[in-house]
């Protein structure tokens, strides 16, 4: 990507200009002059130190002598110190179409700078003996770490000498321009140990730092924040999976030609080495959607990116995990929303975590593919499909697009908006008819049947799932012939899973009648059976059973919900008042009904208006926080009705 660039199918080579960024005895010249010993590309070194004929000379002689030696088609070192931001950002602006800028850091510690550059004998710049060691620690304490938002395109840390002898053979290889992923072999290639024998020091980067990210961002602005995915290779590192065969799949084939195809400017994909747990606070970027390469199990373990993240997000990703899948198969992708109580998503911003199993090669590990290479590819494919449309249903889930695309008119956001979700329907459709195990389709408060004759897109993901449980064996909980169990993507409550009718025309409780008693009666018993588990687990929940009057999602669907209501994705009133008014229809009544009546009674919409009242003791609250905070102590008994006929559902020891 960095040294070619794939425009309309044509490679196209780019010259590049690297930062060399360190204080002095840190080695910059050295690296330069061993690159350039390779004689692959012709490479100019930039040093300010001699630039004023064999003087020092100052910062706009550098940039000039830059430029020259670019329009004569050369890369470029430059040579100094380049310690903070406004030192670099004029050489940053060198970048353009044809120009990349990349930043190589040299952070060796800082006592093996001084102790060279004291030691070292006629420097360029005369800086050596007593007075290099304060003027090194001078420059340190003033010191300022590149940024991917200062216009570098790549940023390659070194933290000692087997780093930087990587960093010189990946610089030195850049002949003819090679392609994208033998950048990245040789910088995975960087030992893991490498970074972590430098110290345990809580500053000192991990291994998994040395992790390679591509960052995408679809070509629209949605509100403030750009959606952004990043992710490392996948199935690469641990899957012992062969680089050069991922790398037609990863990065030129499927990601550019579609870009390509669509229209979406390459710039939007770049690369970033560092670590992914820290992309904001490390790397300046504004990353909401993490992949990890992760196991079978979406536990955490290994020693890289899976372990890494799993760190980085503490016990609230793995409960989030458990809440939407247990295992996952290889190609496939499960989409995990991370609570704002994660430390991933209130340090770093991360709000997604997108689990992806890629094709393994590794005897050692489940789904052995014993070398078999087109299985491999096909399934690797597959899993850069599942996580591109896991991050595109992201990104519908935050705009809220869903509800614009059916509704033309009556969009009050005008020209732009719909330019936008002109753009964004083919890829939204096509995500969410294709990849619902991996999509997170919130509910976005509408019933999507309202918003145009038919069901809105979004709204079709129980349908999807029910109609084709096997396409969907991530997220499928229990199936049989005539329903499917999964969890709710968007829990309102401790416990909150979807009992799922599989039969085609039954697509809400309107549609209910006596042809169906059976099924809401199997329905019903697999709820139960559910309940009966969770209360195994845990006596003290409390559960109802029961239908929405008007649905939102296509689809009959059974609701088995605890009455704790503890969930961060119990957002407003509508949310609430749908599952603890007499909008919500109890399993028990909606049987009866069915029996006696040939149909069960709905509730009008209009209910989801009114006031926010506990559950328990009936009160008002003015909003859903202090709501929240008394339903948590509220010590009332549930209401007289709810303790009739089975609509609560408790384990007789536990208190109500
Ligand atoms: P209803 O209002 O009865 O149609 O409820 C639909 C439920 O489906 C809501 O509780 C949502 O949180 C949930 N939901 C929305 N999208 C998905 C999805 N893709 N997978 C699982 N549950 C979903």
Sequence with gaps: MEMETEVSGEKEKKQIVVLLIGPPGSGKSTFCDSVMKSPHRPWSRICQDIINNGKAGSKSQC?????????????????????????????????????????????????????????????????????????????????????????????????????????????????????????????????????????????????????????????????????????????????????????????????????SRKNIDSGRFFTFVGD???????????CNVLANAANWRLKPGGGGVNAAIFKAAGPDLEAATRARA????????????????????????????????????NPNRPNYLNNDYTKGCKILREAY??????????????????????????????????????????????????????????????????????WSSWALALHIIAMHPEKHENVVLESSD???????????????????????????????????????????????????????????LIFRLGYHSVPSMRQLHLHVISQDFESDHLKNKKHWNSFTTSFFRDSVDVLEEVKSQGKANVESEAVLKGELRCNRCRSVHPNIPKLKSHIRTCPSQFPHHLLQNSRLLARPESSN
């Excluded at 390679?212 to 992710?231: D, M």
């Excluded at 991360?350 to 199993?357: E, F, R």
């Excluded at 599942?386 to 009050?412: C, H, Y």
């Design 385 to 454: 499909t599942s996580l591109f449309e896991g991050f595109l249903s992201t990104v519908q889930d935050q705009s809220k697009l869903p509800k614009r695309i059916n509704q033309a008119t009556m969009s009050d956001s005008g020209a732009e908006d719909s330019e936008r979700n002109k753009k964004y329907k083919g890829l939204q459709d096509k995500a969410r008819t294709n990849n619902l195990e991996s999509g997170s389709v919130d509910d976005a408060g509408d019933s999507g049947k309202k918003m145009s004759k038919g």
């Design 63 to 259: 940039l000039k002598m830059a430029i020259e030696s670019l329009k004569e088609g050369k890369s470029v070192f430059i040579d100094r110190c380049n310690l903070d931001k406004e030192q670099r950002s004029e050489f940053v602006k060198l970048g353009g179409p044809q120009v990349e800028v990349h930043a190589v850091v040299l952070e060796l510690p800082a006592q093996v700078c001084i102790s060279r550059s004291v030691k070292r004998s006629g420097h360029e710049g005369n800086l050596q003996g007593g007075r290099a060691a304060a003027v090194v620690n001078k420059m340190l304490r003033s010191k300022e770490l590149p940024k991917v938002n200062e216009g570098f395109s790549r940023i390659l840390f070194c933290y000692n000498d087997a780093d930087v002898e990587n960093a010189v053979k990946t610089y030195s290889m850049l002949g003819p321009p090679t392609r994208i992923m033998n950048f990245f072999k040789k910088v995975s290639a960087v030992p893991a140990s490498s970074s972590n024998e430098a110290t345990n020091d809580a500053t000192t980067p991990k291994a998994n730092e040395k992790t390679e990210i591509v960052r995408v961002s679809p070509s629209k602005k949605l509100g403030s924040v750009v959606p952004t995915l990043a992710f490392p290779s996948i199935s690469t590192a641990d899957f012992q999976f062969d680089i050069d065969k991922a790398s037609d799949i990863i990065i030129l084939s499927l990601v550019k030609a579609k870009a």
């Design 276 to 286: 992914i747990t820290k992309l904001h606070s490390q790397g300046g970027l504004h």
């Design 326 to 361: 247990n295992t996952l198969l290889p190609g496939k992708a499960v989409v995990v929303p991370l609570p704002s109580t994660c430390p991933l998503h209130n340090a770093e911003g991360i709000t997604h975590v997108i689990h992806v199993l890629g094709p393994n090669m």
């Design 482 to 540: 005539n329903i499917v169990v999964i969890n709710d993507q968007y829990p309102k409550a401790r416990k909150h899973v979807l009992v799922l009718a599989r039969q085609e025309s039954v697509d809400g409780l309107e549609d209910v009648g006596s042809a169906n008693i059976q099924l809401l009666e199997e329905m019903h018993d697999v709820g139960m059976k559910w309940i009966k588990r969770f209360q195994d687990e845990d006596a003290s």
